[in-house]
């Protein structure tokens, strides 16, 4: 499946991936059950993934057609977010874009870089069928990516729950888009794509998708403390909120 098809509240299945064999401390369960409760009206939120109105802007906007996206919401991106990375790639037209957590945003980016006159486009995601349907997704409609299938591993830098084993990487990144791992490894788990901020050019940009659950506005509290160099803003554009970054 892709995120073409419906989804369930909850991220997709992690049966055999290796977060779900990794041995969580009593600290790191104590956090996910703290905030699992907190994140319930998030997750309701998230069921709606935007107007008709506005999904039908944006696959005119791309040159896209009616049924390129025929279901967001739930764990996958809205149309806020996709908006925000359509409108960011046809305006800053970036060379090398590195995307965690492929789907719908996959779609987006690959047509918008297209429009913008082309790039580097790596997509990780941690389901190797996953990775591969979205292949054919972007095939379908005369585009492409880099699309890695890659395990998660233990967060580095000092950040809790589980991170994309993503090596190698470009040393100069234009435009990072976060949209993974899922919050049920850990809330802060996506804390650990700072790691990686010291790849992004100046004028560059990192997007945070569900920038406004509270994990993540943990986790932008950090990174503000962590990269001064940055200037963070909440944009609450679509119905979970996008953390924008850009580099000084």
Known sequence: MTSRETTGILPRAQAGTEWAKHERTIREWAT????????????????????QERKRALLEKLDLPADALPHLGSWKADVGLLHLVADHILDRRPKVVV???AGASTLIVARALQMAGGGTHIAFDQHKEFVEAT???????????????VP???????????WYDHEPLPDAIDFMLIDGPP??????TR???ATLFGRITPGG????????RPGERVVARRWRKLWPDFDFDLVKSGTKGTLIGRRR
Do not use: C
């Open 205 to 212: 940009v990192v997007m945070l998708d569900d920038g406004a």
């Open 99 to 101: 995307e965690f957590g």
């Open 32 to 51: 996910l059950f703290a905030f699992g409760p907190i994140n319930t009206p998030w997750l309701l939120k998230s069921l709606y993934g935007g107007s």
């Open 191 to 193: 804390g650990a794509a």
């Open 152 to 162: 998660l591993v233990p967060s580095p830098g000092g950040w809790p729950g589980m």
């Open 135 to 149: 292949g054919d997704w972007l095939a379908e409609h005369g585009l492409s990516a880099d699309l890695r299938a």
């Open 183 to 188: 919050w049920t490894i850990h809330p802060f």
